[in-house]
């Protein structure tokens, strides 16, 4: 939604780290969340933050949390053919209600 | 834990007949679940909010009564796209809520429609 912006599209080689990018206009969510979506399924929870922490770091996720800028971060380290996928950051409104971004498409090659 | 399973994965149908979708919660009780449509290359969008046993919240532009909802249980919610045409074909994505952090929610694998 307008609310939340993604690029678009992300292209990385292999091997290499990705780094997805998120801002976002509401602040009082006390989550944000990114979510994977493989074609033809549905979204599958990757990793969330707590609105009072700046990183969290699961495995080869890394979530950077900028609230100043409002601004989050996905990072996938060592990026495998298996990641290719589109990524939606998100995260719920005061009515309980969950705000997605565009998704942004990460396509990784050889 | 949170498994949500969604009925049929696909189907095709003809214009002017109608189509059940369901979306069920496997190992918790859902007192919310959430429709959701999705169009290609798009994000989520947000049809209506069901609450076990209360009608259902629908969001500004959606069709109470072409998009029927029933949450009759705290397991099985389900949608029924009435006297469908083409352009309601999509993909359809339940979730169901609340989980332990802020509302969260457990989404479906999806609900491929396609009306000829």
């Known amino acids: 939604g307008e609310d939340v912006e993604q690029s678009l599209f992300l292209s990385v080689r292999e091997g290499d780290s990705s780094v997805i990018n998120c801002t976002y206009t509401?602040?009082?969510?006390?989550?944000l969340y990114w979510y994977k979506q493989e074609p033809g399924a549905g979204l599958q929870l990757l990793t969330y933050?707590?609105?009072?922490?700046d990183m969290k770091q699961d495995q080869r996720l890394t979530v950077l949390l900028n609230k100043k800028d409002k601004h989050l971060s996905l990072r996938i380290a060592d990026t495998q053919t298996g990641d290719s996928a589109i990524y939606f950051c998100a995260y719920t409104d005061s009515w309980g209600k969950l705000q997605f971004g565009a998704g942004t498409q990460v396509v990784v090659t050889p | 834990g949170a498994v949500v399973s969604q009925h049929p994965s696909w189907v095709i149908c003809k214009s002017g007949t109608s189509v059940k979708i369901e979306c069920r919660s496997l190992d918790f009780q859902a007192t919310t679940m959430f429709w959701y449509r999705q169009f290609p290359k798009q994000s989520l969008m947000l049809m209506a909010t069901s609450n076990e046993g209360s009608k259902a919240t629908y969001e500004q532009g959606v069709e109470k009564d072409k998009f029927l909802i029933n949450h009759a249980s705290l397991t099985l919610s389900t949608l029924t796209v009435t006297s469908a045409h083409p352009e309601d074909s999509s993909f359809y994505i339940c979730s169901a809520g609340p989980g332990t952090r802020d509302n969260e929610q457990f989404f479906g694998p999806g609900t491929r429609l396609t009306v000829l």
């Open positions: 933050i707590f609105s009072n922490m």
């Open positions: 509401d602040s009082s969510s006390t989550y």
